[in-house]
């Protein structure tokens, strides 16, 4: 399957105005924040991003979506429509926020994108499947999947903030959806020259195939530095 045909199979547009005003107007989104929204597919948030104040980049890889979309706001000064891959665009190097309606199928290199940028935005808010909401948040929304949440807690908070009803877009998807958050850290918990030697120790720890974190890292901590690692308060 290529990448085009992968696109619009993972493509669900929402549907209601209002559930999108609502949204937005619930978000940290303010008045001349810089807001890139990825694949703005008919414009529903475009709008609503519009009507908050916002300045909007929106970058869309549908050569028909990206024509209908200059029409659409070709009068529209606070709004600029780009034909491209995102995951191949550059990000602005100063302030600036996300909120999109993702394709479902890109949503890991998108997180990836966003999270390992040089200068990553202050907030985004991301329409993904619920499963990989979870994978990402880690818990409380799952205990099962903490490496990943692990790898980008010190420097992002996660947190799911609205889950949609499959009725609320079209075509109806076959899985839940839900509006993942990713908000920066004003002080990370890592250092950044440090993260390479975090991301390290975390994949090690769980890669180790043991029943417990204590046995995965039996050959790094004593027994008395594990039980006053426990002890500090879990990221979150």
Known sequence: MDSRRMLKWSQNFLKDSNLVRKLVDKSSIEFEDILYEIGPGKGIITEALVEQGAQVIGIEKDKKLYENLCRKFAKNSKIEIKFGDFLKYSLSQGKYKVF?????????????????????????YLIVQKEAAK???????????????????????????????????????????????????????????????????????????????????????THNQFNKLVRFPQIG
């Open 135 to 221: 994978k990402f948040a880690g818990f409380p929304y799952s205990k099962k999947t903490q490496m990943y949440a692990l790898l980008l807690k010190p420097w992002f908070e996660l947190s799911v903030s609205y889950h949609f009803k499959r009725t609320d877009f079209y075509p109806v998807p076959h899985v839940d959806a839900v509006l993942l958050q990713i908000k920066k850290r004003e002080s990370p918990l890592v250092k950044r020259e440090q993260s390479q030697l975090y991301r390290d120790f975390v994949v090690y720890g769980f890669n180790q195939w043991k029943p417990s974190v204590k046995e995965s890292l039996n050959k790094i901590f």
């Open 100 to 124: 999109s309606n993702i394709p479902f199928g890109f949503t890991a290199d998108i997180i990836a994108k966003l999270t390992s940028a040089n200068n990553p935005p202050q907030d985004a």
